[in-house]
């Protein structure tokens, strides 16, 4: 991943009639697992395998639980329709999309963080929708390309000056930074305002059918959109962001009061320390009291609790 996720995607179930046979990840199947798994999956489900020597045997009589067992009814969109993974030009910016149906109830628009580019967050989207019973709306997923080529396929909402920030960052002058609105923002805001529209617009949707995420620059980008929206999101959706623009965000801090929003931060996180974190869900918790904020140990990442807490927001 060209910005360093690390991406953990939630588990699927496979069921029989007598409960939960196993958790099992796309990855694997029945040949991965040893002895002691084998056993305790059978005895978890009652079935007798006094007559299995060999660990082949035992692999043959928990497939056959799998094969002999019912097709369990989804209520969820991607049980009926396909998942479809496409790129297009959305407003003037290449996106893919993935969505598990041609007239989604809600869209999603994530944006990637600096150095990063439409491919890198997509998996998630695609890990979520094919597991069958994980999301439970019909939903498109938009994974927009940022503007600025860095060059070798890395990308940017808005130049960032590093060198500065870590400075600033290592010299106690991170109040100075969040004060100060990036160059070239409002540029990205426009980008983003416009596909937005233009896919609430393509499926017949209003402005409140929208929930808006981001990764890290994606993140901080996402706020800005989220408060000059004329209708907000329906969901704001942030991970590893940061406080910028705090005067500006505070004039305008009460448009989030009616918006869900959950805020994920790593305790190590050494690209956007995890104070600049705290600041932003400060800010937002005077405008939306029931904003959401689940710190994680672990640096500059989207960890499995994150992927798992997004799936709750879209599914409520």
């Known amino acids: 991943s060209l910005c360093g996720i690390a991406l953990s995607l939630p588990y699927f179930q496979i069921h029989t009639n007598?409960?939960?046979?196993?958790?099992?990840?796309?990855?694997?199947?029945?040949?991965?697992?040893?002895?002691?798994?084998?056993?305790?999956?059978?005895?978890?489900?009652?079935?007798?395998?006094?007559?299995?020597?060999?660990?082949?045997?035992l692999q043959a009589k928990l497939k056959k639980a799998l094969s002999a067992q019912p097709s369990v009814p989804s209520t969820s969109a991607s049980a009926?329709?396909?998942?479809?993974?496409?790129?297009?030009?959305?407003?003037?910016?290449?996106?893919?999309?993935?969505?598990?149906?041609?007239?989604?109830?809600?869209?999603?628009?994530?944006?990637?963080?600096?150095g990063a580019n439409k491919e890198d967050l997509a998996p998630i989207a695609s890990g979520l929708l094919k597991k069958s019973g994980t999301i439970n709306k019909k939903i498109s997923f938009y994974f927009p390309d940022a503007p600025i080529s860095l060059g070798q396929g890395m990308r940017a909402w808005y130049h960032l000056d590093i060198q500065r920030m870590m400075l600033m960052a290592m010299t106690g002058k991170l109040e100075t930074l969040v004060r100060e609105e990036p160059v070239g923002i409002?540029?990205?805001?426009?980008?983003?305002?416009?596909?937005?529209?233009?896919?609430?617009?393509?499926?017949?949707?209003?402005?409140?059918?929208?929930?808006l995420a981001g990764f890290s620059?994606?993140?901080?980008?996402?706020?800005?959109?989220?408060?000059?929206?004329?209708?907000?999101?329906?969901?704001?959706?942030?991970?590893?962001?940061?406080?910028?623009?705090?005067?500006?965000?505070?004039?305008?801090?009460?448009?989030?009061?009616?918006?869900?929003?959950?805020q994920f931060h790593g305790t190590s996180d050494m690209v956007l320390p995890y104070k600049v974190a705290e600041w932003l869900h400060a800010l937002i918790l005077k405008g939306n009291p029931a904003a959401d904020f689940v710190s994680f140990v672990g640096d500059h990442t989207i960890p499995k609790i994150a992927i798992d807490k997004f799936t709750d927001l879209i599914n409520s």
Not at 42 to 48: P, T, V
Not at 93 to 112: L, R, W
Request: charged share 20%; proline share 3%; aromatic share 4%.
């Open 186 to 211: 409002d540029q990205a805001l426009n980008t983003i305002t416009k596909l937005s529209t233009e896919v609430l617009s393509r499926h017949s949707l209003t402005g409140d059918r929208l929930i």
């Open 217 to 262: 620059q994606g993140a901080i980008l996402s706020t800005h959109v989220a408060l000059h929206l004329p209708t907000p999101p329906k969901a704001l959706c942030l991970f590893s962001g940061a406080l910028v623009c705090r005067d500006l965000w505070t004039e305008k801090i009460n448009r989030l009061k009616d918006v869900r929003v959950v």
């Open 18 to 57: 007598s409960g939960t046979i196993f958790p099992m990840s796309e990855e694997h199947d029945v040949n991965t697992l040893s002895i002691s798994q084998l056993k305790a999956l059978l005895d978890k489900n009652k079935i007798d395998y006094s007559d299995c020597v060999e660990k082949s045997e």
């Open 80 to 114: 009926t329709e396909a998942v479809n993974k496409t790129t297009e030009n959305v407003a003037g910016t290449n996106c893919i999309v993935v969505s598990n149906s041609a007239k989604p109830d809600y869209v999603v628009v994530f944006s990637h963080g600096y």
